[in-house]
């Protein structure tokens, strides 16, 4: 999925779920938000991406505050960058059984 389409859904969702909260229809929203309700489906569809400052008027519109918090994207772990650690994690995976037997084996313990 491309970074365009990723924020198109990421924004549709959250538009559509910050409308369907306040219990606004597109149009009220549209007039609070100082938009069209046509636009307002657009960007709930993905059909189009509002700009930032769009973006956080309508989420007001609905009687959101809006904070933007920057977090540092885990890449790394340990000094092991994090696709070889999940690789090795399937790998280990890989040497158990697909399905589980009826019975127990336990090695054999010398007498005495």
Same mark, same amino acid.
């Given at each position: 999925?491309s970074?365009?389409?990723? #924020?198109?859904?990421?924004? *549709?969702? !959250?538009? &559509?779920?910050? $409308?369907?909260?306040?219990?606004? +229809?597109?149009?009220e929203?549209?007039?609070? #938000?100082?938009?069209?309700? *046509?636009? !307002?489906? &657009?960007?709930? $569809?993905g059909?189009?991406?509002? +700009?930032v400052?769009?973006?956080?008027?309508?989420?007001?519109?609905?009687?959101?505050?809006?904070?933007?918090?920057?977090?540092?994207?885990?890449r790394?772990?340990?000094?092991?960058?994090?696709?070889?650690?999940?690789?090795?994690?399937?790998?280990?995976?890989?040497?158990?059984?697909?399905?589980?037997?009826?019975?127990?084996?336990?090695?054999?313990?010398?007498?005495?």
């Amino acid at each position: 999925m491309s970074p365009e389409s990723h #924020a198109a859904q990421a924004s *549709a969702a !959250l538009l &559509a779920k910050a $409308r369907a909260e306040a219990g606004l +229809s597109l149009r009220e929203l549209a007039q609070r #938000a100082k938009t069209s309700h *046509a636009t !307002l489906s &657009a960007y709930e $569809r993905g059909r189009k991406v509002p +700009s930032v400052t769009t973006f956080i008027r309508i989420l007001e519109a609905c009687g959101n505050a809006v904070d933007i918090r920057l977090l540092p994207r885990i890449r790394e772990k340990d000094g092991i960058p994090r696709g070889e650690e999940l690789e090795s994690v399937l790998k280990l995976a890989g040497q158990f059984p697909v399905k589980a037997s009826r019975f127990l084996e336990l090695p054999a313990f010398p007498d005495g």
